[in-house]
C-alpha cells in the first residue's frame, strides 16, 4: 500500500483560500486515483473531490464544484486540493486517500489507503 501525509490545513476567514497537499510514499504514485474526503464532528466522512490516474480526469461534490480544484504532480508524488471562496460549512478534517480503481471513485470503501487527515477551518 501506499502511506500519504496530508498538509496545508489551518484557520482561514470565510471566503479565503487553502492550499491542501498530499504526499504519497511507499509505492508507485502513479496507478492510483486519488481522492479527498472531509468528515466534519459528528457526520460521515464524505466525498469532497477524485482524479484519476490516468488522463486526469476529475469529478467533485457538487458543493464544492466551482471552489476546490484537484490535481496530481506525479513525478512528485503529491496531490493537491485548492479550495477558494471558503465557507463556514466546509470546516472538518480533509482526508486525502488512494485507490487501485480505474476512474474516478467517490466511495470512500473503494480506496484502500488514507492519510491521517488534517484541520479545515472556516471562521465566519
Known amino acids: 500500500q501506499v502511506q500519504l501525509v496530508e498538509s496545508g490545513g489551518g484557520l482561514v476567514q470565510a471566503g479565503g483560500s487553502l492550499r491542501l497537499s498530499c504526499a504519497a510514499s511507499?509505492?508507485?504514485?502513479?496507478?492510483?486515483?486519488m481522492g479527498w474526503f472531509r468528515q466534519a464532528p459528528g457526520k460521515e466522512r464524505d466525498f469532497v473531490a477524485v482524479?484519476?490516474?490516468?488522463?486526469?480526469?476529475?469529478d467533485y461534490a457538487d458543493s464544492v464544484k466551482g471552489r476546490f480544484t484537484i490535481s496530481r504532480e506525479d513525478a512528485k508524488n503529491t496531490v493537491y486540493l485548492q479550495m477558494n471562496s471558503l465557507k463556514p460549512e466546509d470546516s472538518a478534517v480533509y482526508y486525502c486517500?488512494?485507490?487501485?480503481?480505474?476512474?474516478?471513485?467517490?466511495?470512500?470503501?473503494?480506496?484502500?489507503?488514507w492519510g491521517q487527515g488534517t484541520q479545515v477551518t472556516v471562521s465566519s
Open positions: 511507499g509505492r508507485t504514485f502513479n496507478g492510483y486515483a
Open positions: 482524479i484519476a490516474w490516468t488522463g486526469g480526469d476529475t
Open positions: 486517500a488512494a485507490s487501485r480503481l480505474a476512474g474516478y471513485p467517490r466511495n470512500p470503501r473503494l480506496f484502500g489507503s
